[in-house]
């Protein structure tokens, strides 16, 4: 009799996981059509000066227009890629159509800020340099033209093979940045041993400026240091003239978020760029 009590609780569990399993194996199998069927594409999202206000940068995130569920957010299909592997087939997308779009705005005369694209920690092995080198070589796109985006997960991993891999990136002439920093464990002593030219601040310390007093100390210690290092700090997810304002005043160098733009299609991005659009500081 006491045991029968417990039953219905297990039932329900291994149902939910059953369902999650059968969620995960839907959305795999759909994100390989998906590749098939160009229903992946590129939104980009400026990335600001805090010195001049202009568009210095972009960020090209990844979205999915799914023919019956419209468009899915990366938050939901990145975990599953990166659960079945099949992270590397989309981060090689990713890169390919970023620099597909760069070599056409360069035929186009537009005038390209760096545009970063985010690689996985799966992405991250001994035949990143020549994939990165084969499709910089492909597009004939310039190396300073193409920023990467890696999250601290990377550098926990501490290898000496990490660090020589990013040195052989950054050999070729592209840049690292360092994504959602301050949410990972890494620590801040061995930061320096990675030749990593931007920090991202997260968006998760960002959003209680300027009124969270431990959101102010911490953006502040990671500009302090970051000047320190002689890296360039960018805020993400800034919304609001007042987390602008207290950034600029730390330092910071730029900004990337809803206040100025959010991401948005290949040509409303030329468009901002063609039309000069710049960042107010004395509000809208
Ligand atoms: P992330 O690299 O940290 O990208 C920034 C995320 O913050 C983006 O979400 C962007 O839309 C969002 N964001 C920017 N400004 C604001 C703001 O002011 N307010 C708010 N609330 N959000 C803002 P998104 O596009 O949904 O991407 C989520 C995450 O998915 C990315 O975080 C990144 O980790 C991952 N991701 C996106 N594209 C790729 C990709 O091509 N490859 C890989 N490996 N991961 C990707
Ligand atoms: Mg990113
Ligand atoms: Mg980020
Ligand atoms: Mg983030």
Excluded at 120 to 126: I, K, P
Excluded at 245 to 254: I, S, T, V, W
Aim: proline share 5%; hydrophobic share 45%.
């Amino acid at each position: 009799r006491a045991g029968r009590t417990h039953e219905p609780a297990l039932l329900f569990f291994s149902e939910e996981m059953n369902q999650r399993a059968k969620e995960h194996l839907r959305i795999e199998s759909e994100l390989r059509d998906a590749l098939a069927n160009d229903e992946l594409m590129l939104y980009y999202q400026p990335k600001v000066s805090l010195r001049s206000g202009r568009i210095v940068g972009a960020e090209a995130l990844l979205r999915w227009r799914h023919p019956v569920r419209g468009l899915v957010s990366p938050g939901v299909f990145i975990p599953v890629a990166e659960e079945t592997g099949l992270i590397t087939e989309l981060g090689n997308w990713v890169v390919e159509e970023a620099c597909r779009q760069i070599r056409q705005w360069r035929d186009a005369n537009v005038i390209m800020p760096p545009v970063a694209v985010n690689l996985s920690a799966r992405q991250f092995d001994r035949g990143l340099p020549q994939r990165m080198g084969q499709v910089l070589e492909q597009y004939q796109v310039h190396p300073e033209q193409l920023m990467l985006e890696i999250t601290e997960s990377l550098l926990v991993r501490g290898a000496d093979s990490v660090i020589a891999i990013m040195n052989e990136l950054v050999a070729m002439g592209l840049a690292l940045a360092l994504d959602d920093f301050g949410t990972g464990y890494s620590s801040l002593a061995y930061l320096k041993k990675f030749p990593i030219s931007t920090l991202k601040i997260d968006r998760a310390f960002v959003v209680g400026l300027p009124h969270e007093q431990n959101d102010c100390a911490i953006a502040r210690a990671i500009v302090t240091m970051g000047q320190q290092l002689r890296q360039e700090i960018v805020a993400e997810g800034v919304e609001t003239m007042e987390q602008m304002h207290f950034l600029r005043e730390l330092g910071c160098d730029q900004l990337q978020g809803y206040l100025f733009s959010q991401p948005v299609p290949a040509a409303d991005f030329e468009r901002m760029l063609r039309e000069g659009r710049r960042l107010s500081f004395t509000g809208p």
